[in-house]
């Protein structure tokens, strides 16, 4: 009886080994599939745990690179702590990878640039796949509310007018970016200016049913905490001194008559001493619930519990932001908003409903569809279980037609890889 183990010895054929040792990657990839419909999570979730009222829609590009857009979408939604934790999950298999390969005989020397080499091709590779993640185009899930009256809003981004927005970000760039993820209204909150709201009016639609609407506001400090302050530059023009809104003259243009401010409290932040709206006073009418920045995802899982008790206790409409500076091309929350017939309103008149309705009805304005996170918490042992937690989400929200694709990506790669031979038959030592 021949042993295949042993250095030298003649390797098996390739068609009278089991399934499983032919195309492991694709049997496993096919059980994730299976079983994460059958077993796993939902693609969306709500704060309070209760039944998003929408559901995700993908078009054939995204289909086409169902693998790839799936995985940066699943990792677009994590917190920087679980980062770290999926990296070093992966630097630990890429060791266990190279310790348990076959070997074959070889000089040291010729090992150990083989071990170089692979080391740096692979982290090349990581590098290039998270940089695509960033910058690279591709095609977006898009939020599609189950009821006609819903308006998918965005209470926070930005352009390239802001500091800190990635260079040829525009206004017309976020339009677009906003319209593949399925939003209806997205308020331009720049730093200190209003010109990429300015610069996306001509773009906007006549009817707000047409198409993605830009709307305005502000990224501002509001008595010592980071607000958007949604609404018209002339109610809020006179009273900005650097990046403050200074309190005596917001009052003071109240009084004049003006609309009175719309204040999201933004995260991340101290959500200690938070001043609520009140009839004679002004104050934060809505806070956000989550928050796509990497610290603002940190702050909306780590202190979800709190933030949800501060929307009933300090009655404020819980929304979502995307907080997007130009990067990812991955929405992690949307904001809905019931405006009856928004669809025949101008952009601005729809601007004005949305204010009206966060002021009116606070809590009860607004609902928050969220990407399920795979989030136990802080500490090692739940950091530990991210990759995992990754890879179970991931194919549990999967629609059929994703499923369809991962299997035709998993047998067509395992196919084209046994035609061109295994790698032990092609080339030694690696």
């Known amino acids: 009886m021949i042993r295949h183990d042993r250095p030298g010895a003649p390797e098996p054929d390739g068609a009278r080994l089991p399934l499983h040792r032919r195309h492991p990657v694709a049997l496993t990839v096919t059980a994730l599939v299976v079983l994460g419909g059958l077993l796993g999570p939902a693609a969306l979730s709500t704060p309070t745990g209760g039944v998003p009222e929408a ?57 150990t640039g083989i071990e170089i080499a692979v080391a740096v091709a692979s982290l090349l590779g990581l590098a290039a796949f998270y940089g695509y993640g960033m910058v690279g185009p591709r095609p977006m899930a898009e939020l599609v509310p189950h009821h006609p009256d819903d308006v998918v809003v965005d209470v926070h981004s930005h352009t390239d007018a802001s500091h800190d927005a990635r260079e040829g ?43 993605t609407s830009l709307l305005p506001a502000l990224e501002i400090l509001w008595q010592g905490k980071y607000a958007n302050a949604l609404g018209a530059p002339e109610r809020y023009r006179a009273a900005v001194e650097g990046n403050r809104l200074i309190a005596d003259s917001v009052y003071a243009l109240w009084e004049r008559g003006a609309p009175r401010p719309t204040l999201v409290l933004t995260i991340p932040e101290q959500l200690d001493s938070v ?87 606070r809590a009860g304005a607004s609902r928050v569809v969220e990407r399920r996170s795979p989030y136990f918490g802080s500490s090692v042992p739940a950091l530990a279980l991210t990759a995992p937690a990754v890879l179970w989400q991931m194919f549990g929200g999967l629609g059929f037609g994703q499923r369809v694709a991962w299997l035709a990506w998993a047998w067509g790669l395992a196919l084209v890889i046994a035609r061109l031979g295994t790698p032990s038959q092609r080339t030694s030592g690696r």
């Open 169 to 211: 970000f525009g206004p017309e760039d976020n339009r677009a970016w906003h319209a593949a993820a399925g939003f209806d209204a997205v308020y331009v909150s720049d730093h200190r200016n209003w010109q990429g709201w300015r610069a996306a009016v001509p773009g906007n639609p006549a009817r707000a049913g047409d198409g």
């Open 275 to 361: 001043r609520p709206a009140t009839a004679d006073s002004v104050g934060f009418v809505a806070i956000e619930v989550s928050d796509a920045s990497p610290k603002g995802l940190r702050q909306s899982r780590r202190d979800r519990a709190l933030i949800l008790r501060m929307v009933d206790s300090l009655d404020l409409a819980p929304v979502a932001a995307s907080n997007n500076h130009g990067w990812g091309r991955t929405a992690a929350a949307w904001t809905l908003i019931r405006i009856p017939g928004w669809r025949e309103r101008t952009p601005d008149a729809l601007n004005a409903a949305i204010e009206e309705r966060l002021h009116s009805e």
């Open 55 to 111: 559901s995700l829609r993908v078009g054939w590009g995204y289909l086409a690179m169902a693998p790839v857009a799936g995985v940066l979408d699943a990792l677009s939604v994590l917190t920087l702590g679980q980062h770290y934790a999926f990296l070093g999950t992966l630097i630990l298999v890429y060791a266990g990878w190279r310790v348990l390969r076959r070997r074959t005989r070889g000089g040291w020397l010729r090992r």
